[in-house]
């Protein structure tokens, strides 16, 4: 497996259900993100962790709750989520220093919330 | 707020033609400057990165930055239609700061 690899590619969930998506990196890389995409709207960033430590939390509310146990995986707890939170979440990876910004996006989990 | 701006489009060209695509930014400290292209149902994939005024080519693709104008255009000689995609803009300001992305200009290039 190279790259970046998300899972599960499609989810269903009601608005009570409490589901996790998971996301791991085969690059080395030290940085790891969490992206939302809406329709017609730009990338919308949620979390991003740098070795491990959360270091930006774009306003995001408390449904989602990420988790990075270590610099290769990255997880996004959903829970009491709504339908309007519904869209691609992506998740991506970058190594820290002069190549930070270059980002390698997973194929994203295409959530419905009904 | 730092803003990236992009035509939604669609932008549509015949095979062959030259696609020009245009994206601004508003902050004046930017510094790198990247192209993703998103294919429907797939995920962005970096396709050129930009650092100084002037063009940078790469095959088909020619990247064109501007920092007086604070303007930043993607070029693509010879269109395919395998081209067709969304094209997303990306402005960051170097070293640990995360890009700022804009909404896309979806192409469309047909036979």
């Known amino acids: 497996e190279t790259g970046v690899t998300q899972t599960p590619r499609h989810l269903v969930m009601g608005m009570t259900n409490k589901k996790s998506l998971k996301c791991e990196q085969h690059l080395g890389h030290n940085a790891m993100y969490w992206y939302k995409q809406s329709a017609k709207k730009p990338l919308e960033l949620m979390f991003v962790y740098n070795f491990k430590e959360q270091t930006e939390n774009n306003s995001v509310p408390s449904r989602f709750s990420p988790e990075c146990p270590n610099s290769s995986h990255l997880f996004l707890h959903l829970h009491t989520l709504q339908p309007e939170d519904s869209a691609l979440y992506l998740c991506?990876?970058?190594?820290?220093?002069?190549?930070?910004?270059?980002?390698?996006f997973g194929s994203g989990t295409q959530l419905s919330v009904l | 707020q730092k803003e990236v701006e992009q035509n939604s489009g669609p932008l549509s060209v015949p095979e062959g033609a030259i696609a020009s695509l245009n994206c601004t930014y508003s902050?004046?400290?930017?510094?790198?400057f990247f192209w993703y292209r998103q294919y429907s149902g797939k995920s962005p994939e970096l396709i050129m990165s930009?650092?100084?005024?002037g063009d940078k080519e790469d095959g088909r693709f020619t990247a064109q930055l501007n920092k007086a104008s604070q303007y930043v255009s993607l070029l693509i000689r010879d269109s395919q239609p395998s081209d067709s995609a969304t094209y997303l803009c990306?402005?960051?300001?170097?070293?640990?700061?995360?890009?700022?992305f804009g909404r896309g200009t979806s192409l469309i290039v047909h036979p």
């Open positions: 930009i650092y100084s005024n």
């Open positions: 991506a990876s970058s190594q820290a220093g002069t190549e930070s910004e270059k980002l390698f």
């Open positions: 902050d004046r400290g930017s510094q790198s």
């Open positions: 990306a402005v960051g300001r170097g070293g640990s700061y995360i890009p700022t």
